[in-house]
Each structure stands twice: as structure tokens, then as C-alpha cells.
């Protein structure tokens, strides 16, 4: 091996430790905020053309640096002893399908009772242009299967973030944060929505596909520059 191989094998090993590290630190995030219980949801994170993902069935506090977990973007194996989540094939169709870099799962519990009773979020906040517009609900499937995967698919066309139908949340983003945060955004506005529309006699007022451009738009230049 060259001295120019060995240095970018190094210094690929080094960007996957420290991806895994803070893929370690968004799980954990995920159950010290209430978006998941025991060992129920899952974080993932691309490095280059390996997507580092939590392990079945380990608690989130147990995981280490000596616990990698990755696949190749057809799901073989590549790092690892523990066998990767259940719901690798639903990771692994946002990777083939978008530019995500980073997608977290979760069970939460507004999202999850919402999904449960309409076809898509009502617009209760301009929040969810940050999605791509009103997050869609994606039919019900066992959980780990490619039918899941597939129905989640149409759900994120056009959107960064979906529910899933007496499931869960998905998020992806750019990143592992950009990912939670679209995650606890989703959660935060299916929990608006639920206060508004249990006052009995009113429905909450919702805002327009033109209100949710014009958002949209104004995103453009949010945050620093």
C-alpha cells in the first residue's frame, strides 16, 4: 500500500469513527427526548458508499466505539458483528432514492397517534415547508419489510419527512442533525395539531399550499450566512 493510500485509508477510518460516534449520541437523543421506548427505533448515517446504522435489538446506552455496524448500499454487511436493524431495507430506499445523508426512525408519540387518524398533517404551521409541504401518512406494512419501504417512498416524494400508519416518524437530512431536527419538528406539530383540534366545538384554522410556498420561499435565506 502507497503512503498516499494508507493516509486516505486513515483518514477514512477516522471520518466513520467519528460519523458512528455521533450517530451514537442522536440515538440516544431520540430516547432521552420520548421519541422512542427500550430499543424501538433507528438512526443511520452515509459515509461515502457505506451506511452506518444502529444494531437490532442493543439499547442505545450500551452501544460503544467497538460496536460498528455497516452495510453496503445493497445491505451486505461490511462492519460489524451485530446484525443491523430490522428496518435496514426502509434506511437503505431513502439512500437509493434522495441525496440523504442521514435518516432517523422514531416511534413518537403524537406522530404515531396522528398517523392513526388522517391520510396526511393538516397544515397547522408554517413548519412544514421545511418538509416540502404537508407530511403524508404512508400505509400501513409489517414492519421491516419492502412493502413498508415502498409505501414510505411515495410518502417522502417531494418531502424530507413522513409518518408512517400506526408506526412511527422518518426523517432524513443532509446530516444527523438536520435529520433529529426534522424529526422533533414533525413530532412538535403533530402535537400542535392535536391540542388545536381537541377543543370541543372549533378547528383549528390551517394554512394554505400558497401560505406554505411563501414560507418555502422565505426559507431560502433562514440562518446565517
Not at 132 to 159: D, I, K, T, W
Amino acid at each position: 500500500m502507497s503512503p498516499a493510500t494508507a493516509s486516505c485509508a486513515g483518514h477514512r477510518r477516522i471520518l466513520v469513527r467519528h460519523a458512528w460516534r455521533e450517530l451514537i449520541r442522536t440515538a440516544r437523543r431520540t430516547y432521552a427526548d420520548g421519541l422512542v421506548v427500550g430499543t424501538s427505533g433507528n438512526v443511520s448515517v452515509r459515509v461515502g458508499d457505506r451506511v452506518l446504522i444502529t444494531p437490532t435489538g442493543v439499547p442505545y446506552d450500551e452501544l460503544g466505539d467497538d460496536d460498528l455496524v455497516a452495510v453496503d448500499l445493497r445491505g451486505r454487511q461490511t462492519d460489524g458483528t451485530l446484525r443491523p436493524t430490522s428496518e435496514l431495507p426502509m434506511h437503505l430506499a431513502v439512500y437509493r432514492s434522495t441525496e440523504a445523508r442521514a435518516v432517523v426512525h422514531t416511534h413518537a408519540v403524537h406522530a404515531t397517534a396522528v398517523s392513526t387518524l388522517v391520510p396526511e398533517l393538516p397544515a397547522v404551521h408554517y413548519a412544514a415547508a421545511a418538509f416540502g409541504g404537508r407530511a403524508r401518512v404512508a400505509p400501513y406494512a409489517l414492519y421491516g419489510s419492502e412493502e413498508l419501504a415502498a409505501g414510505m417512498l411515495r410518502a417522502l416524494a417531494g418531502r424530507s419527512a413522513c409518518l408512517l400508519q400506526n408506526h412511527g416518524t422518518v426523517a432524513y437530512g443532509a446530516d444527523l442533525a438536520q435529520a433529529y431536527d426534522r424529526t422533533a419538528q414533525l413530532e412538535w406539530m403533530c402535537r400542535v395539531w392535536l391540542a388545536a383540534r381537541s377543543v370541543p366545538g372549533l378547528d383549528p384554522s390551517l394554512l394554505t399550499p400558497g401560505q406554505l410556498e411563501e414560507v418555502a420561499e422565505k426559507l431560502k435565506g433562514y440562518g446565517q450566512r
